[in-house]
């Protein structure tokens, strides 16, 4: 399983965009998903999650009401909406998946990563 995510850019706060991550070598259908982000200098944060029946959908409270995360399942392909954007929303963003997860909880740990894409928001 190989994630590819892209999407990432420069913003203005205020701004809206949208990554997106495609997953290549199964079936998005086994697979919980969650979009995470590192600041430089900062840890790991986990942003949203959508568990893999799509029951479960978490964000993280910096995030709520903003970002929008989204699964096509046909287009194997998961979304991160991002909107009223921040500069502190600046940070590389990874999608991550786990196989047949329902729950999405805290602790979960996802097998499988893509490769960062960069989020700047500054005016």
């Known amino acids: 399983v190989q994630l590819q995510a892209s999407g990432g850019g420069q913003v203005q706060p205020g701004d809206s965009l949208r990554l997106s991550c495609f997953l290549n070598?199964?079936?998005?259908?086994?697979?919980?998903v969650g979009w995470f982000r590192q600041a430089p200098g900062k840890e790991r944060e986990r942003v949203a999650c959508?568990?893999?029946?799509?029951?479960?959908?978490n964000y993280a409270d910096s995030v709520r009401g903003r970002f929008t995360i989204s699964r096509d399942n046909i287009r194997n392909t998961v979304y991160l909406q991002m909107n009223e954007m921040k500069a502190e929303d600046t940070a590389a963003y990874y999608c991550?998946?786990?196989?047949?997860?329902?729950?999405?909880?805290?602790?979960?740990?996802?097998?499988?990563w893509g490769q960062g894409t960069l989020v700047t928001v500054s005016s």
């Open positions: 991550a998946a786990e196989n047949l997860d329902l729950y999405c909880g805290s602790r979960l740990r996802f097998a499988h």
């Open positions: 070598g199964s079936s998005l259908d086994y697979y919980a």
């Open positions: 959508a568990s893999t029946n799509r029951q479960i959908i």
